[in-house]
């Protein structure tokens, strides 16, 4: 099960850094490639708005 990047992001790129198959690019709001999110959550708990959810 991939995560994914909800509206409530703020683009403060704090879950770039942690993830380790880099499956998040940048935009206005995140986004997670599904088919590389290897469902580690790192980006889950590294997010402070609470803004990355399991899909």
């Known amino acids: 099960m991939a995560y994914k990047i909800t509206e409530d992001c703020v683009a403060c790129g ?15 709001i995140y986004v997670i490639d599904a088919d590389t999110c290897i469902s580690c959550g790192a980006c889950a708990e590294a997010c402070p708005t609470g803004a990355i959810l399991a899909d």
């Open 14 to 28: 704090s879950c770039i850094g942690e993830c380790p198959v880099e499956a998040i690019s940048e935009g206005d």
